[in-house]
């Protein structure tokens, strides 16, 4: 199975040995404003090709080893309108370009403090509105970032509708921050980033970066292996309407209807979705209903602006989450345990967000958001044979006969709200020094509570009897400052501090094990730094190091007592990297170093309260490569793969066994094992061919290696490398009375790759003998999806 990311890597790579054989020439020139002051950090890129250069801290620029002919240059910098330079390139040739000011402020401002950009001396992506919409079928935004460097997706269903989820370098969902406009969207206490919540969202997402290992200080939760962070629609100045139809395999179908007013009087600007989504899933039974709506309003002008969004998303799926035994595996692998007929999760999430930005001077700005989420919702099961004292009830007394217990529906409620600001005053000298300062504040306010609704044998109970009620509160506040300086032409350095505080109160245990309200206080100290040296115009160098903390998460905190809590984790992140651009090829290596202190895992070890809590350990860590290449082959072929090589682990590891032999725990040792869910090797390719305007060609390829399911490097409890290929089809016209429509068929795992994504293990000691109990989230087999966008 290594045999094709062999492949793709050394082909990708012998291109690097490739140099043109014509005559080479270049391109200098100054871009500067309407005033005439020259631009720093403009964008200068050679249309149709991967070639492309920045500004310097003069508004300076160079392109050298440039074939003669007609070229296009593509000019862009955010507040100013993108402009599309002509060049007839026959000699060497000096420009003098200047660019004007957008006539109304730009939404992306409200994101730049958060995100990289060329000088952050980090490994990111970038991924726009135009490659989400190639892949935006009616699948959760994890499938669509797929084919990014180093990300592992899963999906409980298996078709990539429903709840899904992402690993990023081997870092689960609760490790990834997620911010959209900049405001955090985990969930306070999991840490867990739930896209079922927002159906369709992709779908007004104007672009999403992403950020790994560290990052740039970001709101939220800790970024303890990636960010990403999601910009919604952008301004649209003229009117527009499009709808989405799309269906495939199990069911899945998807209509959606967005609308646009434009800027009105070039100030206001109202904007609009309406999806809904159904499948029925791979795993049976495992079906999703998911309806959102996106509504959002504006009032620009040319230094500021005030918008409101307004989105929310319902859904109700199947549950699929307890997977497929590894024994029933083989001969069913849709099997789903859950024959409850409305064994459902069921939540609803509101999201109002307030976000302005305000041009205080040519130099400073002041970006300033208010948000408030509520959500709700249970999910309902039926619990077969459970006993009365699980619910703090009576057992039962029937004539002469004692019952224990009985057949019990139960719902466990989540009724949530999640409130607070995000606020940042960023400042650009137009010269060596752009600098951001800002921060948020938020609170978590969230009741879990259950419900009896129904029992086999009441006894003592009424409908909707409440047998546990837990509040919790948790408060996060951090402060950040950022500086970029330019040393000189080449070398560029930044410095990000921030400082996050946590306040986190609970029901939970105390020393004599009594369920009580506990507290706990946390501040914490990220300090970032890094140095971009520019090579030349095709080349840069860049190395950063960054420190992180997390807080434990909710379990980690109720089903422990003071005393056996958790402490915190601590990253510290080693990034260096060196980029290289030409026309036909645009080449990144990426070296990174991740040291853990103290990070969480699980071990078996039963705690003081009887839980099986997560543990500290006290050293492990990530060491990698990522490749990104982007070739062109010919010219109509292009080929972007990525492939990251890691060395993922943990120094020393205690594993704890139940033995049902004796009734006690016995413990294993173990010394430089596998992180769990951590493959070695990652590897996406895209080859896609344009024979004919509006028509698009790919061959999308994915291969993931041997991952285990705990932290023993056991391979009776690992998940199998994989290798899936997807081929896609796109064809767009411009007829007179649409902007676009363009038809998209994707034929997914065409190999038809029996593959598991996702599972979990129980090893136990029994007849003297070490077993283990293991189950697996398996994906579909050979499916496809089909859909048609009509732009007017």
Not at 171 to 192: F, H, K
Not at 442 to 471: C, K, P, S
Not at 580 to 585: D, F, Y
Request: aromatic share 12%; glycine share 8%.
């Amino acid at each position: 199975m290594k045999k094709p990311t062999t492949y793709f890597i050394l082909m990708a790579l012998c291109w690097l040995s490739i140099s043109p054989s014509w005559a080479q020439l270049s391109i200098t020139g100054t871009v500067s404003d309407d005033d005439g002051s020259t631009l720093p950090g403009v964008a200068i890129v050679l249309d149709g090709t991967y070639k492309g250069t920045f500004t310097n801290a003069t508004g300076n620029f160079q392109l050298t080893n440039v074939k003669p002919g007609n070229l296009s240059l593509r000019i862009s910098l955010l507040g100013y309108e993108p402009q599309i330079q002509s060049v007839n390139l026959t000699q060497n040739t000096t420009l003098s370009i200047k660019l004007v000011k957008t006539a109304v402020a730009v939404d992306e401002v409200v994101v730049s403090a958060t995100r990289a950009n060329q000088k952050s001396a980090i490994a990111y992506t970038d991924v726009t509105r135009r490659d989400l919409d190639k892949l935006n079928l009616g699948q959760d935004v994890p499938q669509l970032l797929n084919f990014t460097p180093s990300i592992v997706t899963t999906s409980d269903a298996g078709a990539g509708v429903g709840y899904t989820g992402i690993r990023i370098r081997g870092s689960d969902a609760t490790r990834v921050n997620v911010t959209l406009n900049g405001i955090p969207y985990n969930d306070a206490e999991s840490q867990g980033t739930y896209f079922v919540d927002m159906p369709d969202f992709a779908s007004s997402v104007s672009s999403i970066q992403i950020q790994r290992g560290i990052g740039t200080s970001t709101n939220g939760a800790g970024a303890f292996g990636a960010s990403v962070n999601i910009q919604t629609n952008k301004l649209e100045t003229k009117p527009y309407a499009e709808v989405n139809l799309s269906g495939g395999s199990f069911g899945t179908r998807k209509a959606n209807v967005l609308a646009g007013t434009g800027l009105i009087n070039n100030h206001f600007v109202l904007d609009a979705r309406l999806s809904s989504i159904h499948s029925d899933g791979f795993i049976d039974r495992a079906f999703s209903n998911l309806k959102s709506f996106y509504l959002s309003g504006g009032y620009y002008t040319d230094k500021s602006f005030v918008r409101l969004n307004v989105f929310s998303g319902q859904e109700q799926t199947y549950q699929a989450w307890n997977g497929v035994p590894e024994d029933i595996l083989k001969t069913n692998r849709r099997y789903n345990s859950f024959t409850y007929d409305n064994q459902t999760d069921n939540y609803q999430q509101d999201n109002y967000q307030l976000i302005s930005s305000f041009g205080l001077s040519k130099n400073w700005r002041l970006n300033a958001s208010l948000f408030y989420t509520k959500g709700k919702g249970y999910y309902e099961e039926l619990k077969p044979n459970d006993a009365f004292s699980k619910y703090n009830l009576p057992d039962v007394v029937i004539s002469d006969s004692l019952i224990k217990s009985t057949d019990i529906i139960r719902r466990k409620w989540l009724d949530n709200d999640f409130f607070g600001t995000v606020f940042s005053l960023d400042y650009n000298s137009l010269g060596k020094l752009t600098a951001n300062f800002g921060g948020g504040w938020n609170q978590y306010q969230g009741a879990h509570f259950g419900e009896i609704i129904w029992a086999r044998v009441a006894g003592n109970t009424n409908i909707r009897d409440h047998y546990y009620d837990d509040n919790a509160i948790k408060t996060d506040f951090n402060l950040y400052a950022k500086a970029f300086y330019q040393f000189s032409n080449p070398l560029n350095g930044f410095l990000d501090l921030q400082v996050r505080t946590v306040g986190y109160s609970f029901l939970g245990f105390n020393s004599k094990l009594q369920n009580v309200q506990q507290n706990a206080n946390l501040t914490f100290f990220n300090p970032k730094a890094g140095l971009t040296y520019t090579i030349n115009d095709h080349s840069t160098a860049y190395a950063s190091v960054g420190v992180g903390h997390r807080e434990p998460n909710r379990d980690d905190y109720t089903q422990s007592t003071p005393e056996s809590r958790p402490k915190a984790e601590q990253l510290i992140d080693y990034e260096a990297g060196y980029k290289i651009q030409s026309e036909k090829l645009a080449f990144t290596v990426n070296g990174y170093y991740m040291s853990y202190q103290n990070q969480l895992v699980l071990s078996g070890q039963l705690n003081d309260v009887g839980a099986y809590n997560r543990v500290n350990i006290p050293v492990s860590y990530r060491a990698g490569l990522e490749f990104e290449v982007g070739a062109r082959l010919a010219k109509q072929l292009r080929w972007n793969v990525n492939a990251t090589f890691s060395r993922n682990k943990v120094k020393n590891f205690t594993e704890y066994l139940d033995n049902y032999d004796t009734g006690n725990q016995e413990s294993r040792q173990y010394s430089q094992t596998d992180i769990s869910f951590s493959p070695n090797v990652i590897a996406g390719s895209q080859l896609l061919f344009t024979p004919a305007k509006g028509l698009e060609l790919g061959l999308l390829s994915k291969y993931v290696g041997k991952q285990y399911l705990d932290n023993t490097s056991n391979d009776s409890r690992k998940l199998n490398s994989y290798f899936t290929n997807d081929i896609r089809l796109i064809y767009s016209i411009k007829p007179k009375f649409a902007q676009e429509i363009a038809f998209t068929l994707l034929f997914n795992n065409i190999l038809n790759e029996l593959y598991e994504s996702n599972g979990y293990t129980y090893a136990y000691i029994s007849e003297g003998k070490v077993a283990a109990d293991n189950a697996y989230y398996p994906q579909a087999g050979r499916n496809f999806l089909a859909g048609v966008r009509v732009r007017f």
